[in-house]
Each structure stands twice: as structure tokens, then as C-alpha cells.
């Protein structure tokens, strides 16, 4: 029954042979992410991370565009994450090149939206399975890096944000970008392709923190003194932009519409927080958003669930019992 | 032929209906838990929406075959072998049911209401319970093995009465 089940796990990865990379499974996907150290019950990508807790303070603006409920004017809670880059839950926080915000709104019991952003605002490559060979050159080096870039023009336009990209002092200071593109639809069932991004309305100097936990002390301290907002910036395609190609941004000329604030109102350690048991898959959508057909955005799902279905089951039996966050 | 020597039409119905949307639901599931394909959202939802499908037939199914005589088991099998088949249907039955409702409890507990087919969304829990998600979602997957195991001992009888007894088992659900 075993060799059964293999073969049919199996079988999409050798069942095409189109052109392009080799085709992967989110289980290898998931395995190449969580590397040769476990840390069992943490997350295979993005480990380390605080819960915040706040609300969206809606404007209307985008009500005309979509018909979720989170944008008529008022506001909805949120169960939120600011984390960094990496397998590891311990990792210094400063070491990251990318920082994250994820996002649950559990509006009500049948509409419930997750939103997964990153700092950079492109993909380097267009498919999961190029972004495969992309993770093996990084865990491999820089040479094998560069040469990976050099085989992938369409990494030129992350590669000019990575050059200019100033990691800054705070979670509260980066902007924090949907990079796949979605779907606003309207009551009248009009669709409109967006991206989005969390825009910071604080500039914090890149500091000489040192401690490995900076970036979250920090935003403890800063919560605690204070709200933390960003305004939610949606940016809208018009017919000559790709929806599906995450390695090109659009022009800056495009229409921009603010929906309203996200105001962080509380941060908590995450094991002991309400957003370490989510899973912040990005197409958990409510009516009035939809997916996309970027093959990036398509393969999360399938690899966000084999990440879950392993830290839960590590989870019930018992991985996280006795720890402390660390 | 008289006509408990053969199952009625609408329990003929049910089972090769029910067999098709076993068999997709099946190879569906083992396919969107390995795909990183564009299409594997798409799959997803629809071996989701299904899913509510497949609760409701064989709901219908069980009532309507409790309103029916079923075709006596042939006379030369000895008792333990009708126990074991009797059994094995029942198993059958109450994996059927297991499926969809392990299936929709880890969507549940993970906070990730079902969508069906556009007409309306099955509710979610507002907060996530990570525990009761790893158990629903370990649970379905080995459900979903115990039942492919079923069905192939299923099959491998039905052939095994038509081919090696030579009995009346198999035409009577022809």
C-alpha cells in the first residue's frame, strides 16, 4: 500500500514533460525549505515571527471595486505576523534578507481572508519550480547564486530592488507587498486585477542592533508605546499589464487607491499567541477577491498545506510541549 | 430471474455513480496534495464542493437501500465469509461517510470556510484550533488509504465470485 500511495505522489512530478525545470511536488518544495535541521512545530518558512493584533479602518474607497465586506467603511480585527525569512525559529532577526506581514481577517465564519506579504515587491522567477532551483542556488552560495541569476534575466527588475533595498530599523518602517496579483470583483461581478502593499507611515534608520531578537523587541516596545499604521495601497492593472508574471512591476503611473489604515495595536511571543496555529495561505479568500493565475501564487496552497500538515502533526504529538518561544 | 436476484435500479444507480465520484475524489485528493500546478487550486475546490455532493448521496444511498430486499448472498458461501462481506459493506458505508466529514472538519478547525460551487459557503471556525486540524487532517488522509484498501478488496471479490465461483454476486449489480 505503501509503494501504492508512493507511486501515486509520484506520478505529477513524471506525468508532463513540457518544457521548462524539472517539475516538483510541495512535498518537495516543503523539504528543500525546511533543509537538514528540524525544529519540529515551527513553520518550514518564515519560523521565526511575533504575533500582532490590531484592526482595518476602512475607508469605502475600495468598496465600488470589491464587494468583501472588510471594505466598507468601519473596521474589521485582524490576527497578525511580522516575521523574517528562514527555517530557522531562532535565527538573528537582522540577518534576514526578507521581512514579512501576514494577515488573518476572520470577518465572519464563511468569509475569512489570509494575506501572506514580503518585502520585495517581484519575484525573482515566474514558476515554482525555477523558484525551486532558486532556493537550491541559495543554500548552495553566491556562485551558485550568480550564476543562477545569470540564467534568468527575467530576475532583472528583483535584482534592481535588491540592490537599492535598505533593510530599515524596524517591522514598522518596511512596505510589505502582495507581489502576486489578485482579483477585486464587484457587486455587479466586475473584475479588476490589483496588487497591493502595506505602506509604512514611519521611517526608522537601519540601526546597530545587534541583539539576535532586535527587530522583535522593537516592535514590542513600539506597539506597547504607541499604535503602528500603515496604509493598505492598492495599485490597479490596466489591460497591458501580465496579472500572472510576478517578476514585472507595473508602471507607477497606474491608478493608486488607499482602502484605509491597518493599525497594529498589540504584539505576543508567537507560541503563545493566536497566529502561530494559522496557516496564512493567501488563497483563503472571501467573496469579492479571487486568484489569479500566476503560477507562483497557484502553487502556495498546496505548498502552505504540506508545511501545516507537518508542524500540526509535530504539534499533536506533543513538539511544542514545555518550549518556551525559543 | 426474480427480483431479489438482482439489485434495483436505484441501488444499481447510486453504486456506479457513487463509484465514479469515489474513484475521482480519490485520485483528486492525491493529486492536489502533490501539485504545485495552476490548476491544483482549481482541483481543490472542487474535491471540496464534492465533497458536500458526496455526504448527500450517500445519505440518500443508505435510506434508499434500507427500503429495499437485497439479493440473498450465494448458498455455498459458508457463514464467516457472508459475515466478512456484510461487514466489508458496512465498513464501505462508514468510510463513505467519514470521508466528507473528516474532510470538512480540518477545513473547519484550519479556519478555511468551503466553498460550494458558488451557491454558499460551509462556515469555518473564527479561530483556528491547530490540534483538532492535525487530527481531522491525519485522520482523513488515512481514511482516504483504508478506503482505497476497501475498494480494491471490493473489487478484487466482485471479480473473484465472477470469474473463480462463477456466481451471481457480480451480475447483480450489472
Redesign the interface.
Same mark, same amino acid.
Given at each position: 500500500m505503501k509503494a501504492l500511495y508512493l507511486t501515486l505522489l509520484l506520478a505529477p512530478a513524471f506525468s508532463f514533460s513540457a518544457e521548462g525545470p524539472p517539475r516538483v511536488s510541495a512535498q518537495q518544495f516543503v523539504d528543500l525549505q525546511q533543509g537538514n535541521t528540524d525544529f519540529p512545530g515551527f513553520r518550514r518558512a518564515h519560523a521565526k515571527g511575533i504575533c500582532v493584533s490590531g484592526e482595518f479602518r476602512a475607508n469605502g474607497q475600495l468598496a465600488d471595486y470589491s464587494k468583501a465586506s472588510l471594505f466598507k467603511t468601519g473596521a474589521t480585527p485582524f490576527t497578525g505576523r511580522l516575521s523574517i525569512a528562514g527555517n530557522n525559529p531562532t535565527a538573528p532577526d537582522l540577518k534576514a534578507p526578507v521581512r514579512s506581514m501576514a494577515l488573518s481577517f476572520a470577518s465572519s465564519r464563511t468569509e475569512q481572508w489570509r494575506l501572506a506579504m514580503n518585502t520585495p515587491p517581484v519575484m525573482a522567477v515566474a514558476d515554482p519550480h525555477t523558484f525551486y532551483q532558486q532556493i537550491q542556488a541559495i543554500q548552495a552560495g553566491p556562485a551558485a547564486v550568480k550564476q543562477f541569476f545569470a540564467a534568468h534575466p527575467e530576475s532583472s527588475e528583483f535584482l534592481t530592488w535588491a540592490g537599492q533595498y535598505q533593510a530599515t530599523g524596524s517591522f514598522a518602517a518596511e512596505t510589505y507587498y502582495s507581489i502576486n496579483a489578485f482579483y477585486l470583483v464587484n457587486a455587479d461581478g466586475k473584475q479588476q486585477a490589483v496588487r497591493w502593499a502595506m505602506q509604512p507611515t514611519v521611517s526608522v534608520a537601519a540601526t546597530d542592533l545587534t541583539a539576535p531578537d532586535a527587530l522583535q523587541q522593537e516592535i514590542a516596545a513600539r506597539i506597547a508605546a504607541d499604535q503602528v499604521v500603515f496604509d493598505w495601497v492598492f495599485t490597479l492593472a490596466d489591460a497591458t499589464d501580465d496579472e500572472n508574471n510576478p517578476t514585472k512591476a507595473w508602471p507607477d503611473s497606474r491608478q493608486q487607491i488607499i482602502a484605509g489604515q491597518l493599525v497594529l495595536t498589540g504584539t505576543t511571543p508567537q507560541l503563545e499567541g493566536d497566529c502561530h496555529a494559522i496557516n496564512f495561505d493567501p488563497l483563503v479568500l472571501p467573496d469579492g477577491i479571487k486568484a489569479t493565475a500566476d503560477p507562483i501564487l497557484r502553487a502556495r496552497s498546496a505548498a502552505y498545506a504540506e508545511s501545516y500538515r507537518r508542524r500540526a502533526k509535530e504539534q499533536l504529538q506533543g513538539a511544542l510541549e514545555g518550549s518556551n518561544n525559543e | 430471474m426474480s427480483n431479489t436476484d438482482r439489485f434495483s435500479l436505484s441501488m444499481r444507480l447510486f453504486h456506479w455513480g457513487m463509484a465514479a465520484l469515489v474513484l475521482s475524489m480519490v485520485a483528486a485528493g @492525491? @493529486?492536489? =496534495?502533490?501539485? %504545485?500546478?495552476?490548476?491544483? %487550486?482549481t482541483l @481543490?475546490n472542487i474535491h471540496k464542493a464534492f465533497g458536500v455532493v458526496a455526504i448527500l448521496l450517500v445519505t440518500a444511498r443508505l435510506i434508499n437501500r434500507l427500503q429495499h430486499k437485497l439479493p440473498a448472498l450465494p448458498d455455498e458461501l459458508a457463514d464467516w465469509q457472508k459475515t466478512v462481506a456484510k461487514a466489508s459493506h458496512w465498513l464501505l458505508y462508514i468510510l463513505l461517510f467519514a470521508m466528507p466529514v473528516s474532510g470538512y472538519l480540518m477545513q473547519y478547525f !484550519?479556519?478555511?470556510?468551503v466553498d460550494v460551487f458558488g451557491w454558499?459557503? @460551509?462556515? !469555518? !471556525? %473564527?479561530? =483556528?484550533? #491547530?490540534?483538532n486540524? !492535525?487530527?481531522f487532517?491525519?485522520l482523513h488522509g488515512w481514511l482516504a %488509504?483504508a478506503l #482505497?484498501?476497501m475498494i480494491a478488496l471490493h473489487i478484487g471479490a466482485a471479480l473473484h465470485h465472477h470469474f473463480i465461483r462463477k456466481d451471481n454476486v457480480l451480475k447483480s449489480m450489472l
Amino acid at each position: 500500500m505503501k509503494a501504492l500511495y508512493l507511486t501515486l505522489l509520484l506520478a505529477p512530478a513524471f506525468s508532463f514533460s513540457a518544457e521548462g525545470p524539472p517539475r516538483v511536488s510541495a512535498q518537495q518544495f516543503v523539504d528543500l525549505q525546511q533543509g537538514n535541521t528540524d525544529f519540529p512545530g515551527f513553520r518550514r518558512a518564515h519560523a521565526k515571527g511575533i504575533c500582532v493584533s490590531g484592526e482595518f479602518r476602512a475607508n469605502g474607497q475600495l468598496a465600488d471595486y470589491s464587494k468583501a465586506s472588510l471594505f466598507k467603511t468601519g473596521a474589521t480585527p485582524f490576527t497578525g505576523r511580522l516575521s523574517i525569512a528562514g527555517n530557522n525559529p531562532t535565527a538573528p532577526d537582522l540577518k534576514a534578507p526578507v521581512r514579512s506581514m501576514a494577515l488573518s481577517f476572520a470577518s465572519s465564519r464563511t468569509e475569512q481572508w489570509r494575506l501572506a506579504m514580503n518585502t520585495p515587491p517581484v519575484m525573482a522567477v515566474a514558476d515554482p519550480h525555477t523558484f525551486y532551483q532558486q532556493i537550491q542556488a541559495i543554500q548552495a552560495g553566491p556562485a551558485a547564486v550568480k550564476q543562477f541569476f545569470a540564467a534568468h534575466p527575467e530576475s532583472s527588475e528583483f535584482l534592481t530592488w535588491a540592490g537599492q533595498y535598505q533593510a530599515t530599523g524596524s517591522f514598522a518602517a518596511e512596505t510589505y507587498y502582495s507581489i502576486n496579483a489578485f482579483y477585486l470583483v464587484n457587486a455587479d461581478g466586475k473584475q479588476q486585477a490589483v496588487r497591493w502593499a502595506m505602506q509604512p507611515t514611519v521611517s526608522v534608520a537601519a540601526t546597530d542592533l545587534t541583539a539576535p531578537d532586535a527587530l522583535q523587541q522593537e516592535i514590542a516596545a513600539r506597539i506597547a508605546a504607541d499604535q503602528v499604521v500603515f496604509d493598505w495601497v492598492f495599485t490597479l492593472a490596466d489591460a497591458t499589464d501580465d496579472e500572472n508574471n510576478p517578476t514585472k512591476a507595473w508602471p507607477d503611473s497606474r491608478q493608486q487607491i488607499i482602502a484605509g489604515q491597518l493599525v497594529l495595536t498589540g504584539t505576543t511571543p508567537q507560541l503563545e499567541g493566536d497566529c502561530h496555529a494559522i496557516n496564512f495561505d493567501p488563497l483563503v479568500l472571501p467573496d469579492g477577491i479571487k486568484a489569479t493565475a500566476d503560477p507562483i501564487l497557484r502553487a502556495r496552497s498546496a505548498a502552505y498545506a504540506e508545511s501545516y500538515r507537518r508542524r500540526a502533526k509535530e504539534q499533536l504529538q506533543g513538539a511544542l510541549e514545555g518550549s518556551n518561544n525559543e | 430471474m426474480s427480483n431479489t436476484d438482482r439489485f434495483s435500479l436505484s441501488m444499481r444507480l447510486f453504486h456506479w455513480g457513487m463509484a465514479a465520484l469515489v474513484l475521482s475524489m480519490v485520485a483528486a485528493g @492525491l @493529486l492536489m =496534495v502533490t501539485s %504545485l500546478q495552476t490548476w491544483q %487550486l482549481t482541483l @481543490l475546490n472542487i474535491h471540496k464542493a464534492f465533497g458536500v455532493v458526496a455526504i448527500l448521496l450517500v445519505t440518500a444511498r443508505l435510506i434508499n437501500r434500507l427500503q429495499h430486499k437485497l439479493p440473498a448472498l450465494p448458498d455455498e458461501l459458508a457463514d464467516w465469509q457472508k459475515t466478512v462481506a456484510k461487514a466489508s459493506h458496512w465498513l464501505l458505508y462508514i468510510l463513505l461517510f467519514a470521508m466528507p466529514v473528516s474532510g470538512y472538519l480540518m477545513q473547519y478547525f !484550519a479556519g478555511r470556510p468551503v466553498d460550494v460551487f458558488g451557491w454558499f459557503r @460551509l462556515p !469555518a !471556525a %473564527l479561530q =483556528v484550533d #491547530i490540534y483538532n486540524y !492535525a487530527l481531522f487532517r491525519e485522520l482523513h488522509g488515512w481514511l482516504a %488509504l483504508a478506503l #482505497i484498501g476497501m475498494i480494491a478488496l471490493h473489487i478484487g471479490a466482485a471479480l473473484h465470485h465472477h470469474f473463480i465461483r462463477k456466481d451471481n454476486v457480480l451480475k447483480s449489480m450489472l
